[in-house]
């Protein structure tokens, strides 16, 4: 007897993004939860749960813990190398509008790549519209990995700094040129012990640790665990260097 035909359920709707969206707008206006959830259309506690966020405990009894939506406005803002949330609501209103991606950034003053990074890394891959209310969370989620490293992270940064590994670039010519190719986008600025990193702990970079690369010869770094194997860090304080002379004056 053959098995009865199996029906392919359908998809569930799509995420309240729009209305996560609305939501917040209404809040920033100073409007409270049971208004704005009226005026929106969801349920109270939907609204509750948004602003103040939620605890879930799943099947295996691991504890999930969900953010609030919203950020508190007085709150200072985690840094000024990243987004903030009102820049990508800027983002969400000027996209549908036709504008170019370099007119957009005059409002917010960031540069053209990092708003079309932002918008091609977090626009929603099925409609392919931007809503700023999982942008923001998606950014979160980021930053919360830390241990992943920044290079890992980003696919196109990955991708500058192992094609000048390749040429025997040092980490300290990298970082220079990613300074030089980047000048407006400070997330790309990084500290060559960051590169130094990437290559030597796979799992905070995954460059490849191509052999004889380092600059000394060495497969890997050395370790100076002596004090005296150390390079010297300060001068003596009874030196006085006079660069503008090119001697030095030492007091007794």
């Avoid at 690369?213 to 150390?230: F, K, M, V, W």
């Amino acid at each position: 007897m053959a098995k009865p035909r199996r029906t392919s359920k359908k998809r569930g709707p799509a995420p309240l993004a729009d209305k996560g969206d609305h939501y917040l707008r209404l809040m920033a206006q100073g409007m409270s939860n049971s208004p704005a959830c009226r005026e929106v259309g969801i349920n109270r506690r939907t609204g509750t749960r948004w602003r103040y966020g939620r605890k879930d405990v799943d099947r295996t009894g691991r504890e999930r813990v969900y953010a609030p939506i919203t950020e508190e406005r007085h709150r200072d803002r985690t840094s000024d190398r990243f987004l903030a949330e009102d820049e990508r609501f800027v983002i969400a209103d000027l996209l549908p509008s036709g504008n170019s991606l370099r007119a957009i950034t005059r409002e917010p003053g960031r540069s053209p790549a990092t708003i079309s990074r932002e918008v091609r890394r977090d626009s929603d891959p099925r409609t392919g519209r931007y809503h700023p209310f999982q942008a923001q969370r998606r950014a979160a989620v980021r930053r919360a990995r830390s241990k992943e490293g920044t290079i890992r992270r980003d696919p196109e940064l990955k991708e500058f700094i192992q094609q000048r590994r390749d040429r025997r670039w040092s980490p300290e010519q990298i970082c220079q040129a990613l300074r030089t190719a980047f000048p407006d986008e400070p997330e790309l600025h990084l500290a060559h012990e960051t590169v130094y990193q990437a290559v030597h702990l796979p799992h905070r970079g995954s460059l490849e640790r191509t052999p004889g690369l380092l600059r000394s010869g060495r497969p890997a770094r050395r370790r100076r665990r002596r004090p005296d194997e150390r390079a010297t860090r300060f001068i003596d304080p009874g030196t006085l260097l006079n660069h503008a002379r090119g001697n030095s004056t030492t007091f007794e």
